[in-house]
């Protein structure tokens, strides 16, 4: 049985301009202890469709369906709220971008990780602060009872998220989903905290799931890759394989467009126009209106996801 | 030879915090940014990188004169705005212009976009109010967006279509100088690639001079064509892009390019990282520096920190 089990989940949202669709018929699976990456731009789905495992969306006004959505064999469309919230912390957690607003500013962090781990164990005050000592240890902080004393505008960023990784790991959880944990931070902190959590993933024996813009993070951290575009995923397959070889138009455009591939000042391939309207995305495959090889079905039926090499799948007319 | 189009010289900012221990404590000296020269030269690019608190927006909103130097000179075209009142600064405001990270922030909400890009125009009273509006529209136009958005308000835009119109607005007054205060840290990559291609565009078509700000080393490699690399408020190091990256000298220089996440999975390898303080410990020694850290140059148009060792 696979750790996360997602088949045909569709996201949508009821907003002012019609229904936003934000995750149209996205299906992955994730068995224990492997690392993959969601890597899509701003729109694209990668994480609400994170949102939805966890059901950190109010539903409704959000519109959840899926043929199957599971974490750990508990089925998240039908748990009540005492298996759901045991789920959360002990299954999965959740690492989201901005830790300033993630953490509550009138409490300690030390406060809001001890208040985590009771909320989940039966251990004692003193038994879960040093817990908390430690948790803030393993995420290499040096000086962790200061950390806990601290309030969230005391620190600085790239501090904070290693309290929010600490407080994430609290109950155990078998996998992480780290929502572009380090898109705020500078480029020294962000190697550092995507070193730690690579670490932190392999000492524990975790799963992970990095949801990110930024190829290079994927590159940096995860074995397999999941691109999304518009709601949809349009290639899958193992990380090595789809930096070598990738075989949708949209990955090939994504690579290219990259800043700094190459010395020397120059343009860079762009993707030309803008990302779809997810109140109103156009009909067939998604990303047709951009795409440079695209084909007269590619406007009017979405291509269906096809295996295209061991343990590789995309979604895309022209490689039929 | 002319004078280039920006120099600051000599440039430092102190700001005074509070010192802990309430309201009659005193004051500490924070130096955000210490004794920074710089030169850029008619259409160039030239960035400025380091992290945050390192003091490069700091030094970009000094070169803009909005945030007043503690000392130093700052010279445009060979004249020097350091000390002129606003009055006297107003022409020389439509020689400069500026651009933000947050492009939300920086555009007005109440404003239409004709009426954002048009008010440059407006402020200096450069031609009437259609002209103006003309204009405006064929700004927007140039950099991307269809002259029918001139009727639209910033929220109607994505973050991408926001920060072209910001570009829009800074060069309708056709400056010589653009300071870009990391303009696509906000972006999707894919958005940010369209940025950049704008703005190597717009810098070969209006011989712009462009003061890169960012602490992405990848956006400055395909942009730029000189490189100061700043930390703790000073310049470590300056040359050409490509020198930067094929011959850093200095310990932070170093430490910054190994940061830049790797383009290809089969590159992943360990990184050490280094503190501030085994950084200052780790100033390069090179015969004839000086006996305190100061830029050293070591091949034309290279300069490190160094001190004699």
Known sequence: MPLVDIQNLHVSFPQHEGLVQAVRGMSLTIEAGESVGIVGESGSGKSVTCMAALRLLRHPPSRITADRLSLDGVDMLTASRRDLARVRGKVASMVFQDPMSAFDPVFTIGHQIVETIRAHTDASLSAATDQAVALLDRVRIKTPLSILNSYPHQLSGGMLQRAMIAMALSCRPKILFADEPTTALDVTIQAQILALIKDLQAELGMGLVMVTHDLGVVAETVDRVVVMYGGRVMEEGPVQAIFDDPQHPYTRALLNSIPGRTPGKQRLTEIAGQSPNPANPPAGCPFHPRCTVALPDCATTAPATRQIGPGRTAACWGLT | ?309
Request: avoid cysteine; aromatic fraction near 4%.
């Open chain 2, 1 to 309: 030879m002319t004078a280039p189009v920006l120099e600051l010289r000599n440039l430092s900012k102190t700001f005074q915090l509070p010192r802990k221990g309430g309201w009659f404590a005193g004051h500490i000296d924070h130096h955000a940014v210490r004794d920074v020269s710089l030169t850029l030269p008619r259409n160039t690019i030239l960035g400025l990188v380091g992290e945050s608190g390192s003091g490069k927006s700091t030094t970009g909103l000094m070169t803009m004169r909005l945030m007043e130097p503690t000392s130093g000179r700052i010279l445009i075209d060979g004249a020097d705005i350091t000390a002129l009142t606003p009055a006297e600064l107003k022409p020389y405001r439509r020689q400069m212009q500026i651009v933000f990270q947050d492009s939300y922030s920086a555009l007005d909400p109440m404003m239409t976009l004709a009426r954002i890009v048009a008010e440059p125009l407006h402020i200096h009273g450069i031609g009437r109010a259609e002209e103006q509006t003309e204009q405006a529209l064929a700004m927007l136009d140039r950099v991307g967006l269809h002259r029918s958005y001139g009727q639209r308000y910033p929220h109607e835009l994505s973050g991408g279509q926001r920060q072209r119109v910001a570009i829009a607005r800074a060069l309708i007054l056709r400056p010589q100088v653009l300071v870009a205060d990391e303009p696509t840290s906000a972006l999707d990559v894919s958005v940010k690639a369209q940025i950049i291609n704008l703005l190597l565009d717009l810098q070969q078509e209006m011989g712009l001079s462009i003061l890169f700000i960012s602490h992405d080393l990848s956006v400055v490699r395909s942009l730029t064509d000189r490189v100061a690399v700043m930390f703790n408020g000073r310049i470590v190091e300056t040359a050409a892009t490509e020198t930067i990256f094929s011959d850093a000298r200095h310990p932070y220089t170093q430490g910054l390019l190994s940061a830049i996440p790797v383009l290809n999975p089969s590159d992943r390898r360990p990184r050490r990282f280094l503190t501030a303080d085994e950084i200052e410990r780790g100033i390069p020694r090179l015969p004839g520096a000086g006996p305190t850290p100061a830029l050293h140059q070591v091949s034309p148009g290279h300069l490190v920190e160094a001190v004699a060792g």
